[in-house]
């Protein structure tokens, strides 16, 4: 059966080259990876591989492509993955944040900077996810019912109350719908965030979670200026759902060198 699945794969590469083109034709797209546990050739054990989702969707500003998704398979975690796969693409990538743990997909984001080299000069440009941002908040307050905490969560709920009203318009309505009700939000909760911090220990979750949103935040804001931005990443997100739950149990992977393209 591996063998059916790796002809297969090799019959489906004109289809695979041609969604990863239409993905990298837009002007903006959604990146996340998430483990997938694989048996390791040989041994009979697990090794922890990765599948890569790379996303546009366009509905939410009435672009005109029709809604699509990429995958990748990796037999590991490096760099080096994205950095293939969005070689020569110049546009926006709404990327995972570093340093968030999370229960999403059974995975966590612990430190990881594997998408850095996607961005740079005379490469992509980085938009941050307001959602992650949201999540370190919510579990501070979750745990201890931090006044502040709570404040953070109310402040970033406005942004998006607007997000609500700008879904399905224009990129250039809703630019100018950010820049009047977004940005005065924006701007205020980046700076009640620098004067909450020296008020708290340094060593507290809270803190950590502040110092979390103050250095995302910059990266976040290029939505205010681009109507064909989104606030978050949780397309990504989505688009990666269905593919785990697809895989109940370990796949075998014969060759090494094998990627899967969805």
């Given at each position: 059966?591996?063998?059916?699945?790796?002809?297969?794969?090799?019959?489906?590469?004109?289809?695979?080259?041609?969604?990863?083109?239409?993905?990298?034709?837009?002007?903006?797209?959604?990146?996340?990876?998430?483990?997938?546990?694989?048996?390791?050739?040989?041994?009979?054990?697990?090794?922890?591989?990765?599948?890569?989702?790379?996303?546009?969707?366009?509905?939410?500003?009435?672009?005109?492509?029709?809604?699509?998704?990429?995958?990748?398979?990796?037999?590991?975690?490096?760099?080096?993955?994205?950095?293939?796969?969005?070689?020569?693409?110049?546009?926006?990538?709404?990327?995972?944040?570093?340093?968030?743990?999370?229960?999403?997909?059974?995975?966590?984001?612990?430190g990881y900077a594997g998408f850095n080299g996607v961005f740079g000069e005379g490469k992509a440009s980085e938009v941050a996810c307001m959602?992650?941002?949201?999540?370190?908040?919510?579990?501070?307050?979750?745990?201890?019912?931090?006044?502040?905490?709570?404040?953070?969560?109310?402040?970033?709920?406005?942004?998006?109350?607007?997000?609500?009203?700008?879904?399905?318009?224009?990129?250039?309505?809703?630019?100018?719908?950010?820049?009047?009700?977004?940005?005065?939000?924006?701007?205020?909760?980046?700076?009640?965030?620098?004067?909450?911090?020296p008020k708290i220990s340094g060593k507290s979750s809270l803190a950590q979670a502040i110092r979390y949103a103050l250095n995302r935040l910059?990266?976040?804001?290029?939505?205010?200026?681009?109507?064909?931005?989104?606030?978050?990443?949780?397309?990504?997100?989505?688009?990666?759902?269905?593919?785990?739950?697809?895989?109940?149990?370990?796949?075998?992977?014969?060759?090494?060198?094998?990627?899967?393209?969805?």
């Amino acid at each position: 059966m591996a063998d059916w699945v790796g002809k297969s794969t090799a019959l489906l590469e004109p289809l695979a080259e041609a969604i990863a083109k239409q993905v990298k034709d837009g002007a903006a797209l959604f990146a996340d990876d998430t483990p997938l546990k694989m048996l390791a050739p040989g041994n009979k054990k697990t090794k922890t591989a990765r599948i890569w989702a790379y996303v546009r969707d366009e509905r939410p500003w009435s672009g005109k492509s029709p809604p699509c998704s990429w995958y990748q398979f990796t037999v590991d975690r490096k760099g080096e993955h994205p950095v293939k796969h969005l070689s020569g693409y110049q546009g926006w990538v709404h990327a995972p944040s570093h340093g968030l743990r999370r229960a999403n997909h059974c995975r966590a984001m612990d430190g990881y900077a594997g998408f850095n080299g996607v961005f740079g000069e005379g490469k992509a440009s980085e938009v941050a996810c307001m959602a992650h941002i949201r999540r370190k908040f919510v579990d501070v307050f979750t745990a201890q019912g931090s006044a502040i905490a709570e404040e953070a969560i109310k402040r970033i709920a406005q942004l998006y109350g607007v997000e609500k009203q700008a879904r399905g318009l224009s990129p250039e309505v809703r630019a100018a719908l950010r820049q009047d009700n977004s940005k005065p939000v924006f701007d205020d909760l980046e700076e009640w965030l620098h004067a909450q911090l020296p008020k708290i220990s340094g060593k507290s979750s809270l803190a950590q979670a502040i110092r979390y949103a103050l250095n995302r935040l910059p990266k976040t804001r290029p939505y205010l200026d681009n109507g064909f931005l989104e606030l978050d990443n949780n397309t990504a997100e989505r688009a990666m759902k269905p593919v785990v739950s697809a895989v109940p149990t370990p796949p075998s992977a014969p060759y090494p060198d094998l990627r899967f393209r969805l």
